[in-house]
């Protein structure tokens, strides 16, 4: 069995490794245009902000590790076009200029995604960075050391990380959203206030609700037009989201209308012997029950895996994403999973929330500090459907029990049962996670 693997981050790298510890006898060809492969691109506002210990860190594979597993590794290698009917590939050594076509038995498409980049005028000025490979976190570290004003414009996850960690390295800075909340996309308002408040007593100036329409360079700067004001720094950094990286295969295979392929439980696509992972393809999403696109390290990870497992037969089915995540800024804690009521009612779920704060453990202990925590539920099903929880206490694991309910089709009322320790050290008698829960039964009997 030969085996395209096209890209190597985190969907690619698991896919090649998996193949080959199911297979060892299959010939595994990896093809990336670049020189490094699983690079973690979630730790470059932490590289910024000086929270690294090593960037050699940031990398769990390397093209040697992955050879000395039987994987053949073409790095700086680019598929230049692909007959997936064929599984012909038409390829590029980038070093070189050598090109060649090729066929397989099976080809991966892991080629993952794109940093969103507007047609805006100005926008290719060599003062507007992206934050998502390898080489724009070289460039950032490298261009951020040096200067005072920075604009980062997008306050989702990258956005408002990159932001926290340039404010506490003394940088001025501007955070421009279109929405009119910072991570209006990722929290509830009673949740990103409390984040918003925070930006301001850093000195961090929010430029929310306002669209970028220019960006013109200066004497001794950038200039960002949008269409409510101006303004000006030294650099401004894109931080706006992404797309999927599959223009190469339009028209060959089934896609969602942005470009994400369409797989099923088996990583399968609509062509046969051609299978998708990451942030290239579709997840399913369990609190809607409905394919999605979540470009997420953790969702293209598991999907990596699938495709090793899968490759030679349908074997292990995807058991689906409910896109839990956290942040921390400014010393507090975020973390969630599945819809809020806002994104709920984007996705057409009718629901509902609570939100309590409490201290996680006794108040006789010489610390505690309170926990925010809201839970959702679909109307009618009381079926769980999200939660969320915020403190300078480590929430993060709530989230991934609440996590672990949404994809075992768990109620609210069920939940609130559920047996969880107590002991004055770790919590209280009733876990905040069981007190959520109650409240929400409390609230869904009215």
């Not at 309170?370 to 839970?375: D, G, I, R, Y």
Request: charged share 20%.
């Amino acid at each position: 069995m030969k085996v395209a693997v096209i890209g190597s981050t985190h969907a690619g790298v698991f896919a090649a490794k998996q193949i080959k510890a199911d297979h060892p006898d299959a010939e595994v060809h990896v093809f990336e245009k670049n020189q490094t492969v699983s690079f973690l691109s979630c730790g470059i506002a932490l590289w910024i902000g000086d929270n690294v210990s090593s960037t050699d860190k940031m990398f769990y594979e390397t093209p040697d590790s992955m050879a000395k597993q039987g994987i053949s590794m073409h790095m700086q290698t680019l598929v230049e076009a692909a007959d997936l009917e064929a599984k012909t590939l038409n390829i590029k050594d980038l070093v070189s200029g050598a090109q060649s076509e090729e066929t397989f038995d099976k080809i991966v498409i892991t080629t993952g995604s794109r940093a969103i980049k507007p047609r805006i005028p100005g926008i290719d000025s060599d003062k507007v960075f992206d934050s998502k490979t390898w080489d724009n976190a070289n460039a950032l570290k490298e261009v951020t050391e040096k200067v005072k004003r920075i604009i980062v414009i997008g306050a989702g996850y990258i956005g408002a990380e990159l932001a926290e960690q340039l404010s506490v390295n003394d940088k001025e800075v501007t955070l421009i959203d279109g929405l009119d909340r910072v991570l209006a996309n990722n929290t509830a308002p009673e949740f990103s206030s409390v984040f918003q408040k925070a930006y301001e007593d850093h000195g961090v100036k929010l430029a929310l609700g306002q669209m970028v329409s220019g960006f013109e360079d200066t004497a001794d700067g950038i200039k960002v037009t949008t269409d409510k004001g101006t303004y000006e720094a030294d650099i401004a950094i894109l931080g706006i989201g992404f797309l999927p990286n599959t223009a190469m295969f339009r028209d060959q295979v089934d896609m969602l209308p942005n470009g994400a392929i369409k797989v099923n439980k088996f990583m399968e696509t609509s062509v046969k012997d051609v299978f998708a992972a990451g942030d290239s393809a579709t997840v399913f999403y369990n609190p809607t029950q409905k394919d999605d696109y979540i470009p997420l390290a953790t969702n293209a990870v598991r999907q990596g895996i699938l495709v090793g497992k899968n490759i030679a037969e349908p074997t292990m089915a995807y058991q689906g994403t409910q896109a839990t995540s956290a942040v921390e800024l400014y010393e507090m804690a975020y973390a969630s999973t599945g819809l809020t009521v806002q994104s709920a009612a984007r996705k057409g779920v009718e629901a509902d929330s609570v939100t309590i704060s409490e201290d996680y453990r006794p108040d006789f202990m010489l610390s505690t500090t309170p926990v925010k925590a809201s839970l959702t539920w679909e109307k009618g099903t009381r079926r769980i459907v999200g939660a969320a929880f915020l403190s300078k206490h480590d929430i993060s694991q709530a989230a991934n029990v609440v996590s672990l309910a949404i994809e075992n089709g768990m109620t609210i009322d069920q939940l609130s049962m559920t047996d969880f320790f107590f002991q004055p050290n770790f919590g209280q008698p009733v876990n905040y996670v069981s007190s959520v829960a109650m409240a929400a039964v409390a609230k869904a009997n009215k």
